[in-house]
């Protein structure tokens, strides 16, 4: 019987203590929206927690920038034009419960996920999104069993107390205009000699959608808000 290697989005999430304390307050008060989104980014140290596999150690550390997509990308998609937070939360879902180790090896899978990150350094946690992706030794054996996967999504909305704190001072967010964004979904996991299987996922993002600009991903919390 084939083993089965774990999927790519049960890996290393990583954020640092402050972090922590700040996202769980910034997610269940709704502040994420004000002055505190700032603190969800800048933390220092590492912790890393992983809801589907032990904890690993990310492939970043906080203060790295995403990767430069000069190696290709393989067969991560590029981020699409879209200027709608719940939409591009979606393909944002769904590109990270999707992998292809036969044709995408580690540095393209991370420089095609940098991609799709927002510019302002003071916003993106690249760590949270790095953190997804096994290390190399790792990503290597999935890359001999020929394990890929293919994430789709059955919907995306704003969390509850987010929607309430946007109704209470819909001009905080102009600050960052960062929004939480919740997506389920499911993703189906292949491998050699017909193995396979398929989990329900899913994520919390923070997507940052300034007014005539398309959408870029921010982060991802470390646990899900509905």
């Known amino acids: 019987m084939q083993k089965r290697f774990p999927s790519l989005s049960g890996y290393g999430v990583t954020w640092s203590a402050n972090k ?12 994420l929206i004000i002055a505190a989104t ?18 690993q150690e990310s492939s970043s550390s906080p203060s ?19 200027s709608e ?33 927002t510019k302002e ?16 030794l790792l990503w290597s054996r999935m890359a001999d069993q020929n394990q890929h996967a293919t ?11 987010f929607k309430q704190a946007l109704a209470e001072d819909p001009s905080a967010i102009t600050e960052a205009y960062i929004y939480v964004v919740t997506v389920n979904g499911r993703q189906q996991i292949e491998w050699k000699k017909g193995g396979g299987g398929a989990e329900e996922r899913a994520v919390t ?3 940052q959608c300034r007014p005539s600009h398309d959408c870029r991903l921010a982060g991802i919390a470390p646990s899900v808000t509905q």
């Open 121 to 136: 350094t003071k916003y993106a946690d690249w760590a949270s999104v790095s953190g997804q992706v096994p290390d190399p």
């Open 20 to 31: 922590r304390v700040a996202i769980v307050a910034l997610v269940i008060t709704a502040l």
């Open 85 to 117: 937070p719940v939409a591009f939360a979606k393909a944002a879902a769904a590109m990270l419960w999707s992998y292809d180790t036969r044709d995408t090896d580690h540095d393209q899978q991370l420089a095609g996920m940098g991609a799709w990150m």
């Open 205 to 207: 993002l923070a997507v």
């Open 38 to 55: 700032t603190a969800w980014f800048t933390g220092r140290g590492e912790h890393s927690e992983s809801t589907n596999a032990p904890s």
């Open 151 to 161: 994430g789709t999504v059955t919907e995306g909305h704003y969390p509850g107390a």
């Open 64 to 82: 790295e920038a995403a990767p430069k997509p000069a190696a290709g990308s393989g067969s991560v998609p590029k981020p699409p034009q879209i």
